[in-house]
């Protein structure tokens, strides 16, 4: 089932945030792609150029959330946002993990992602890369199994 509320909110949304460089994933996407029931909140990356528009663009309809440093995030820029009747809006640029003092760098590429509904959604393979460097294994297997889907389907 199409969860409609969900849909309307990510359209307002991308309708916001035309102008900028961004793309949706996360669990919207998963559950845009029919591997997630009920996506946890709304992911956003965008480019490090278009952060603080976006943020700036958000505020008036969002409250932005004050959120505690993350031990394992070495993210350049996070911003958390709500709304009632809202999933939460995480807004991310520059992402980066750290693993055993290690600093990993994820970059961002605008022209991967797609309109597809009035939605700009960023490509699985994207974040099967975050997924992998954020250690969430049940994620990378979804994804995996779904792109091996894809590549079977298409030979």
């Known amino acids: 089932m199409i969860n409609t509320h969900l849909l309307t909110q990510l359209q307002q949304l991308c309708a916001v945030l035309q ?3 961004f793309g949706v994933g996360g669990s919207c996407l998963l559950w845009q792609l029919g591997l997630e029931s009920e996506p946890n909140d709304i992911d956003i990356v965008c480019t490090q150029s278009d952060f603080a528009l976006i943020r700036q663009a ?18 350049a820029h996070f911003a958390r946002f709500c709304r009632d009747g809202w999933p939460d809006i995480e807004l991310m640029a520059g992402i980066a ?7 990993t760098n994820w970059q961002f590429n605008p022209q991967r992602c797609h309109w597809q509904d009035g939605i700009c959604w960023m490509p699985p393979a994207d974040w099967l890369q975050l997924y992998q460097l954020f250690n969430r294994p049940q994620r990378v297997a979804q994804l995996k199994a779904y792109l091996l889907q894809l590549t079977a389907q298409s030979i």
């Open 58 to 75: 958000l505020q008036p309809q969002f409250s932005l959330q004050v959120t505690p440093a993350h031990p394992d995030y070495a993210t």
């Open 97 to 103: 993990v750290k693993q055993a003092d290690v600093i």
């Open 19 to 21: 102008p900028f460089q």
